[in-house]
């Protein structure tokens, strides 16, 4: 009888719960997934994930929404910013439970399986009322498929090395132009206090991925085969396996075997390193730790195998913005994000970390309000440096387009765990690395299995 | 008529309790059953029914018996650590006559802290490069070169064990300490005026006294050292080369790396499966001993 009425009790809750969900389906049939039309009235409250936890670029965010409220009033922008791993998560475990934003950053292996999710809306509108060819069409095209655009590039940046001159000077030593080279002069220079260079393998980050694919990509390969499936094996990557292993082994502390990008850049602001290789967010980094320094750092192209071969289109990435399919109010979305490209704005928001972001939209660079920033000015042959890899490169395993595949690659720290099997286990590199492409093309498999 | 609105009343109070466990723990707990028997994968938007085929693979992969066994080691030495420490400490403090207080709040601080914090704070201690206790080592002569804790596989497990046996102690010391000062004082000087000596004392008024709080402790301190997380991912990621990999790093890699939440959730229903049996062994044993204390 109990039994009975608590059941007779549940039945109208589950029934109501039914009743609000199908309502909240039907609702989502009348959004407005259309640009507005400028001066039109907004009504909605939006939600925004970023990951832009440093001070100056959350400032900017706020600011921009705080002004887009003030001339939207029946507009609420609630801001939240997770770290880029936390991020990660927090969308994938949202998906599932269906707690996404309206809009949000993202990373440009996330966004191909966002797409695969069908989880974004097509953004074509946004770009088109920004001025389509004002974006280069690379970093558009890294959103796209179907023949539609589901990301918006907000700034762009690249993998290059980062050298400190004065040790160089000090020891008379040219900046290396192959990897043979770095390995000789980062072994001349790791001694009282400085490693040569530290080699990051720390399972929690992509950071042994990317210094990987680094040297792959310098000698025309891809840690994707056309065909999109894992290769650890061929020569090529046996070789940067190997050279990886030998710098850690030589160059590096040992601690790196567990070091993450803050963790691995950390050595670099600190000076603990000779060479480095990361984005122009190094910039920052050493202002902030070690300003002593900032006169003596400069950035440099990534080493070849040979002095002669082509320059390598190596690693670029073109952080992007997306409007998730369960936004109520895309329309809101894509109105907020087109006052993030506003000049002014847009310019004090790159100059938040001067080099570091490089702009995603032409003409920019040549303002005079951009090019007025000392760090900037400070910093010129670094930004051509990055300029130039930013036009060459894609990200990792976008060589053959994009493609979920790459995103298999970077996030799962497949890698770095072998990297680690070969220098704490003493694993022979061919060993580790079958193991690992086998581990990762079973994950491939069950993706192309849906 | 009394008794039927009494009995009301008293739903009325439950429910949200009630209500709050559903939502917090009796929904994940389901859906965890669910998912683990099916190929969910979080960046995939469809999945469907696997039967037992996540439970297999998982069974069969030598890294989740490595975790497994890591995870063993790594609870039954934080937990002996942990309870002789805190026991230790709590003795000491049941006989100290002045500043007990500030003693107290100096012992209790390694577990006020939030985990993030203690575990970036010891990161930094034994880094390699510029953290303090390598260099001392080096700087009092005691090493020729800094020691590499956290790139060792022995010294890192070592090293996780030592922080994770400072983090809980603490708890223990406060628990254990609360129970002794229960102890009759009467049955101390009765004792002494019988001439026992101090390890008869021990055995035979204090521990009686305590040992159903040092029971439940360990029982709660098992379950909670053997699903602890964050101390080992945040220091060592499970690294290097799996030697501090546990069964709740395996799971989170297997379904936030590998995104596989099927065959994640396979492994926290064995989880939850072996640390139930564990609970059960434990549970038969108190019950003994609240018997025989009647």
């Known amino acids: 009888m109990k039994l009975k009425k608590f059941f007779s009790l549940l039945l109208p809750i589950i029934t109501g719960a039914s009743v609000l969900t199908g309502c909240n389906e039907e609702s989502n049939k009348n959004v407005n997934t259309t640009m507005p039309k400028d001066g039109q009235e907004l009504v909605g409250n939006i939600t925004f994930w970023h990951s832009f936890t440093q001070g100056p670029r959350l400032e900017v965010i706020q600011k921009a929404a705080q002004e887009f409220e003030q001339k939207h009033p029946k507009v609420k922008i609630k801001i939240e910013t997770f770290s880029w791993n936390d991020f990660y998560t927090k969308w994938t475990t949202g998906l599932s439970s269906g707690n996404v934003p309206d809009l949000s950053t993202a990373l440009p292996n996330h966004v191909v399986e966002m797409i695969n999710f069908g989880a974004l809306q097509p953004l074509d509108d946004l770009i088109d009322s920004i001025g389509r060819d004002k974006f280069a069409e690379a970093s558009i095209n890294e959103g796209s498929v179907g023949g539609k655009n589901y990301s918006i590039p907000l700034y762009s940046h690249a993998q290059v090395m980062w050298v400190r001159k004065d040790l160089l000077q000090k020891h008379n030593l040219p900046v290396p132009k192959t990897w043979d080279e770095l390995y000789t002069t980062a072994k001349m220079l790791t001694k009282e206090g400085v490693y040569g260079l530290s080699v990051p393998m720390g399972s929690n980050d992509l950071m042994a991925t990317r210094f990987l694919n680094l040297y792959v990509r310098s000698g025309g390969g891809s840690l994707l085969t056309k065909d999109l499936k894992v290769d650890l094996t061929s020569p090529l990557v046996q070789d940067g396996i190997k050279y990886w292993v030998k710098m850690y082994k030589e160059t590096s502390p040992k601690d790196s075997v567990n070091y993450n990008v803050l963790q691995q850049a950390t050595l670099y602001y600190q000076g603990k390193t000779a060479f480095d290789f990361n984005s122009g967010f190094q910039i920052g980094g050493v202002k902030a730790n070690s300003p002593q320094l900032l006169d003596m750092i400069d950035a440099y192209p990534v080493p070849k195998i040979n002095e002669n071969d082509p320059t390598p289109a190596l690693e670029t990435s073109n952080i992007p913005m997306v ?69 060459r490169g894609t990200a990792i395993g976008y060589e053959h387009g994009p493609n979920v595949q790459a995103g298999v690659i970077t996030n799962q720290h497949i890698i770095e765990k072998m990297f680690q099997d070969i220098v704490i286990n003493g694993t022979d590199p061919m060993v580790a690395a079958q193991k690992a492409e086998k581990e990762l093309n079973n994950l491939l498999d069950i993706i192309s299995a849906k | 008529m009394y008794y ?179 102890v009759p004082a009467d049955q101390y000087e009765a004792a002494k005026i019988d001439g026992a000596s101090a390890w008869q004392i021990f055995r035979y008024i204090t521990l009686p006294h305590i040992k159903l709080v040092v029971g439940l402790l360990v029982v709660l301190r098992t379950i909670w050292v053997f699903n602890n997380f964050d101390i080992i991912y945040l220091i060592t990621g499970g690294g290097p080369a799996n030697a501090t990999m546990t069964l709740p790093i395996y799971a989170y890699d297997m379904g936030w790396g590998s995104k596989l939440l099927g065959r994640s959730s396979a492994v926290t229903v064995l989880l939850f499966i072996f640390l139930l049996t564990i609970c059960f062994i434990y549970f038969a044993i108190i019950n003994r001993w609240e018997k025989e204390s009647k």
Not at chain 1, 332 to 341: G, I
Not at chain 1, 379 to 385: G, M, R, V
């Open chain 2, 4 to 182: 039927r609105q009494h009995n009301y009343t008293r739903w009325i109070f439950v429910l949200p309790a009630l209500l709050v466990v559903s939502v917090l723990f009796i929904y994940p707990f389901l859906s965890s059953i669910f998912y683990s028997f099916t190929n969910k994968n979080l960046i995939m938007p469809n999945y469907s029914f696997v039967g037992f085929a996540n439970y297999q693979a998982v069974l069969a992969d030598p890294n989740f018996w490595m975790s497994f066994f890591n995870s063993l080691k790594w609870t039954v030495l934080s937990l002996v650590g942990q309870v002789l420490m805190g026991f230790f400490l709590a003795l000491a403090l049941n006989r100290v006559k002045r500043f007990k207080w500030l003693y107290k709040i100096l012992l209790i601080i390694p577990w006020a802290f939030p985990t993030i914090v203690i575990a970036f704070s010891w990161q930094w201690i034994l880094n390699g490069v510029y953290g303090y206790l390598p260099n001392m080592l080096v700087e009092l002569g005691l090493m020729d070169i800094a020691p590499n804790f956290l790139s060792d596989r022995t010294w890192a497990f070592i090293c996780l064990v030592f922080i994770n046996i400072w983090f809980g102690a603490p708890m223990i010391m406060v628990n254990v300490l609360s129970a002794l000062q229960t």
């Open chain 1, 323 to 391: 409007v998730w399919k369960n936004s109520k109010h895309p329309d809101v979305a894509k109105a907020f994000m087109k006052t993030l490209y506003d000049k002014d704005r847009y310019i004090t928001f790159l100059k938040a970390v001067p080099v570091g972001m490089l702009p995603a939209i032409k003409g920019i660079s040549e303002e005079s309000a951009y090019r007025d920033d000392p760090l900037v000015t400070q910093f010129k042959h670094a930004e051509t440096i990055i300029a130039d890899a930013v036009q």
